[in-house]
């Protein structure tokens, strides 16, 4: 067997293999197999034990490792590319993949998976470049063009070209949210902001800004900063010409013009177009001096009055 089938395999030790059958056998491989690749996952090192034993799996010992050792009779499909071959033998799906490990029950299947292999798109979209392997998606894709919407939202009016884009917008009326991540008690209506809110967890920050060395967990937050470097303004106000790389910045400064202030103090009657302006306001009320200056033990409440105060230390004039 070439090294670029086998990966991570499973180890067998029998403690009492007289008393079990061969399919008894057999059943429980299939069980420790899908035991390994959903509690272990193949990216396993060598010689690492499964503490816990998977239902329905008795009188084993089992360890992960890399080498081929087979430790029962033929029937032990320790590699996981044997017992795909094997689960051939016991299903209706007898054509497989010469490149992994799916297998298919019809041949006109198999030759559609090859796609992804081979890079064959053989559905060309009449209205764009696109191309697609499958004439499926084609017609997915083909909506875009049309506008056509055919899965209608039974509680709102919405509706949506596929019907997985609808069964993730009634998550919304439902509030279903089967991804829950790992380390805190979050959890997400979509896959998507799972693995966004996990970079948090992890500090990874993988979107780089191409001209300076900042990097970001989000999209989003990589796009608002390249304006930066762009100088692109596109939120313009309504009421007058100035405009905005970002939306916030507008609505605050549309408070200018509609006179809104929805930041209330909770010690006086007064009241503030942003929340900044009152939690700097509200230290008048608590006393709190968080600059500290670094040449004395003065300390101020806002930046700009340590900017200010500062300037006698060092001279230096505005």
């Excluded at 499964?50 to 009188?59: D, F, G, L, Q």
């Excluded at 089967?178 to 997400?188: G, I, L, R, T, W």
């Excluded at 060395?213 to 900063?225: C, E, G, R, Y």
């Excluded at 930066?228 to 408070?255: M, W």
């Amino acid at each position: 067997m070439s090294e670029s089938i086998v990966k991570e395999c499973i180890k067998i030790e029998y403690n009492n293999k007289e008393s079990m059958t061969r399919d008894e056998r057999c059943n429980q491989q299939h069980e420790l197999w899908k035991y390994a690749n959903v509690n272990v996952g193949l990216n396993v090192k060598e010689g690492i034990e499964i503490k816990e034993e998977p239902m329905n799996v008795k009188n084993v010992e089992i360890k992960m490792s890399k080498e081929i050792e087979i430790y029962d009779e033929p029937i032990a499909f320790i590699c996981e590319s044997n017992l795909v071959k094997h689960d051939l033998t016991h299903t209706e799906e007898k054509y497989q993949c010469s490149k992994c490990y799916k297998a298919f029950s019809q041949n006109s299947s198999l030759k559609i998976h090859q796609r992804v292999h081979t890079g064959e798109k053989p559905y060309q979209c009449s209205q764009c470049d696109k191309a697609f392997s499958k004439n499926s998606y084609l017609i997915l894709h083909q909506r875009i063009h049309t506008g056509e919407k055919p899965y209608r939202c039974r509680q709102c009016d919405k509706a949506f070209s596929r019907n997985s884009t609808l069964r993730k917008h009634q998550r919304m009326h439902t509030e279903e949210k089967p991804y829950q991540c790992s380390q805190c008690d979050k959890a997400f209506s979509h896959k998507q902001y799972l693995i966004i809110h996990q970079l948090m967890h992890t500090g990874e920050k993988p979107l780089q800004c191409s001209q300076c060395d900042k990097a970001f967990s989000q999209k989003n937050d990589l796009i608002k900063h390249q304006r930066v470097h762009t100088g692109e303004k596109p939120y313009q106000c309504s009421h007058c010409d100035k405009a905005f790389s970002q939306n916030y910045s507008l609505i605050i400064h549309q408070r200018i013009h509609t006179g809104e202030e929805p930041y209330q103090c909770s010690q006086c009657n007064k009241a503030f177009s942003r929340n900044s302006t009152l939690i700097i306001h509200q230290r008048m009320h608590t006393g709190e001096k968080p600059y500290q200056c670094s040449h004395c033990d003065k300390a101020f409440s806002q930046t700009v009055q340590l900017i200010r105060h500062q300037r006698k230390h060092t001279g230096k004039k505005p």
